[in-house]
């Protein structure tokens, strides 16, 4: 019986590959997007409303616009969605921020204002999405007034991801 001796030699990243399979390992979270708001919104006493975002920082799939991500063809899936919102409260209001499928609330945080004057809710959730699903965010307060979801310095911003597998 012959013996043969394998020597190991590391692999020269210099080196150009040729790959003819499928490269195990590989990951990509796409369709991605994120968006933050670069002015501020008033939002009505007792009045759900959607949060504009108009400045995007990410969009792989072109599926982000008029602050609504819409889910392209082919791309169904688990995707992880976040937001968070810099809200004027003011003292005792409820506050909630939102995130909404298809025009339905799907998942929401609520505060009570301790008498600070800004809070900043964040709500993440994740969510089974098909071809054509659309996700927004909305906001609600009841202070007796109208108050301002702070758009300076990129605090309020909304995105997200499709989970791999």
């Known amino acids: 019986m012959a013996i043969t001796k394998v020597q190991s030699e590391g692999i020269n990243l210099a080196d150009d590959f040729?790959?003819?399979?499928t490269v195990a390992g590989t990951v990509t979270n796409t369709?991605?997007?994120q968006a933050y708001k670069s002015s501020s919104q008033s939002i009505g006493d007792?009045?759900?409303t959607k949060v504009t975002f108009d400045t995007e920082t990410l969009?792989?799939?072109s599926a982000f616009a008029s602050?609504?991500?819409t889910v392209p063809?082919?791309?169904n899936g688990k995707y992880f969605i976040y937001a968070q919102l810099q809200l004027?409260?003011?003292s005792g209001a409820t506050f909630f921020v939102s995130i909404f499928k298809n025009g339905a609330e799907v998942f929401a945080k609520r505060m009570t204002s301790d008498g600070a004057n800004r809070k900043s809710p964040a709500v993440s959730a994740v969510i089974s999405l098909?071809?054509?699903d659309t996700v927004d965010i909305y906001t609600y307060q009841n202070s007796g007034t109208s108050k301002d979801v702070d758009g300076a310095n990129k605090r309020t911003h909304f995105g997200g991801y499709k989970l791999v597998g």
Do not use: N, R
Request: charged share 20%.
């Open 88 to 90: 004027d409260t003011g």
């Open 31 to 33: 369709p991605a997007f």
């Open 59 to 61: 969009d792989t799939d």
């Open 18 to 21: 040729t790959f003819t399979g």
């Open 46 to 48: 007792s009045a759900e």
């Open 73 to 75: 063809s082919g791309k």
């Open 67 to 69: 602050s609504t991500f």
């Open 130 to 132: 098909v071809a054509t």
